[in-house]
């Protein structure tokens, strides 16, 4: 018997799959916890996973790419930076038979470039935010400014036109500022400082939407510096709902957020291990849930639950 659960031991072992990770890098909390999450969830399923961080640059994600084409990974995961680019690169790891999983982020190549893609629905996401700014703000004039996501990147293009939609027909809400701010927390700090100089120190803005917590917590910052009080003086309303941000709406200085799950590599593995069990087809899209989050919801006790979730 010993010997037979020593063979069947090593056949199991010997089939452990190699997956390669191509991250963007690490530019958010929320980034960061995926990270932590993905290779926590690799660990436990026994798969060894290769993991590249790509400093938020697409040539280093391409290349990443390459490279476990020619180790012969088992599977790429890719969160792509931008959306553009990556027909060559996709279309070398199908000619391997690789199957490729995007995460959290789309790409504009043809769907059948990829095994499946796990994220949200980041147009509904910003729906959401600017629905929740048109209950707050009822028929009140109200000047907004945005603080965009990564120039290029799904998120940014698909918040930026969900927010949209959502105030459509609302004219007293009105987007008067809009930049990027890369989404991290420096950027976000520097652009809002330039929003609050050319908005009268900040007494014409209404609202701000950023495209991420930790652009708004780094916007918050700013705000403070010039005197105002975000949350009051300034709503504001962002997407991720990571425990930073919970903590600043806990102390009145950040108004509401749209939840994304940072464990995406749980439906990416669930997939992969399927399709390599038997060959089974994922849909192409996996959609994670879009939850808001107001100071009503617990915000301190969301803050506390997260932060046990590999932020
Ligand atoms: O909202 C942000 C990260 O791709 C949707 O990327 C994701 C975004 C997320 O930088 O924190």
Redo the contacts with the bound molecule.
Sequence with gaps: LTTVAAITMTAAAASAQTVGFSQ?GS?????AAETTLTKQQAEERGIDLKFSDAQQKQENQIAAIRAFVAQGVDAILL?PVVATGWDSALEEAKDADIPVVLL??QVDSSDDLYLTAV??N?VHEGEVAGGWLVEEVGDKDCRVVELQ??TG?S?AIDRATGFRNAIEGHDNIEIVRSQTGD?TRSQGKEVMESFLQAENGGADICALYA????MAVGAIQAIKEAGLKPGSDILIVA??AVPDYFQAMAAGEANATVE?TPNMAGPAFDALEAYWADGTMPPKFIQTESKLYTQADDPAGEAERRKSLGY
Excluded: M, Y
């Excluded at 530019?27 to 980034?31: D, H, I, L």
């Excluded at 495209?211 to 930790?214: I, K, M, S, T, V």
């Design positions: 963007i530019e958010s909390g929320w980034r969160a959290d982020r994220g949200s980041l996501g990564t990147s998120p989404f495209h991420n917590d930790d997407i991720d994304l």
